[in-house]
């Protein structure tokens, strides 16, 4: 059961990467497999990096919070979850004009914020994951692959996929999240 959770969390979080992989790949149009790869590495490798971040955070403080640890990893997941179907819903439709960059849409520069920006939530996800007790290595490993190899097919499929994916992803991945969030709370409280 731990790594189909595990699982579960790597995919949700992979999802606001996902999303704008498949906005990176329309904006350029034919992506190549080199830029799949630079895409699913900048994406993949900051996914991995903010949850061990989040997990050390997590590790220091989890003797302090161990009697409300459960609740804290099921806001924290509900808050993440409910901010990604917020965002995902209540964006403005895309617009390839307004929304593509005029310079290389995959420049190193521009991954680079992109990869911070999707990884943001990874690390409150770190700290839940201290807080549940899930293997921090495990954890950190699939979420990391899980996102490189979802965002490389998102930038080869983008122009296929489009917009109505994009949304559909990170209101899924959302959904998954308060799923994880409510199972935590729920095996805490001994309810399953």
Same mark, same amino acid.
């Given at each position: 059961m731990i790594w189909v959770t595990i699982f579960l969390l790597a995919v949700s979080l992979a999802m606001d990467a996902m999303a704008v992989s498949v906005t990176?790949? !329309?904006?350029?149009?034919? #992506?190549g497999i080199g830029d799949a790869l630079?895409?699913?590495i900048y994406f993949g490798s900051f996914q991995a990096l903010m949850p061990a971040v989040g997990y050390i955070a997590g590790s220091k403080l989890a003797s302090l919070i161990a009697p409300v640890d459960h609740w804290i990893a099921f806001a924290l997941l509900a808050f993440i979850g409910i901010k990604m179907i917020y965002e995902a819903l209540h964006e403005s439709e895309f617009s390839e004009d307004e929304s593509c960059p005029v310079e290389d849409p995959m420049s190193h520069k521009r991954l680079l914020v992109l990869? !911070? #920006?999707?990884s943001v939530d990874a690390l #409150? #996800?770190?700290i839940s994951i201290a807080l549940d007790g899930l293997p921090v290595l495990q954890s950190v !490993?699939? !979420?990391g692959v899980v996102t490189m190899i979802l965002s490389a097919l998102a930038v080869v499929l983008g122009r296929r996929l489009g917009v109505v994916f994009q949304k559909r992803a990170t209101v899924i991945g959302g959904v998954v999240l308060n799923l994880i969030g409510l199972k935590i709370l729920f095996e805490h409280l001994g309810l399953i």
């Amino acid at each position: 059961m731990i790594w189909v959770t595990i699982f579960l969390l790597a995919v949700s979080l992979a999802m606001d990467a996902m999303a704008v992989s498949v906005t990176l790949g !329309i904006c350029k149009g034919h #992506a190549g497999i080199g830029d799949a790869l630079k895409t699913g590495i900048y994406f993949g490798s900051f996914q991995a990096l903010m949850p061990a971040v989040g997990y050390i955070a997590g590790s220091k403080l989890a003797s302090l919070i161990a009697p409300v640890d459960h609740w804290i990893a099921f806001a924290l997941l509900a808050f993440i979850g409910i901010k990604m179907i917020y965002e995902a819903l209540h964006e403005s439709e895309f617009s390839e004009d307004e929304s593509c960059p005029v310079e290389d849409p995959m420049s190193h520069k521009r991954l680079l914020v992109l990869g !911070i #920006a999707t990884s943001v939530d990874a690390l #409150a #996800a770190g700290i839940s994951i201290a807080l549940d007790g899930l293997p921090v290595l495990q954890s950190v !490993i699939t !979420i990391g692959v899980v996102t490189m190899i979802l965002s490389a097919l998102a930038v080869v499929l983008g122009r296929r996929l489009g917009v109505v994916f994009q949304k559909r992803a990170t209101v899924i991945g959302g959904v998954v999240l308060n799923l994880i969030g409510l199972k935590i709370l729920f095996e805490h409280l001994g309810l399953i």
